[in-house]
């Protein structure tokens, strides 16, 4: 639990999955990838409106 809330810390702050994978030792991407997760809110304030939208 201690290395998720890590790597969402970091993630969340705008780290790279590359260093999050090397903070955490990781040997592989692949294995820094599980940690990745889209946060919702922060895609809701920069997606665009639709075209032809209220805005």
Known sequence: MLRRTMATQLQRAGV????????????????????????????RAMALPWPGSPS
Not at 18 to 34: C, F, P
């Open 16 to 43: 790279s999955v590359k260093e999050i994978a090397d903070v955490l030792r990781h040997k592989s991407l692949d294995t820094a990838y599980s940690y990745a997760r889209v946060d919702v809110e922060q895609l």
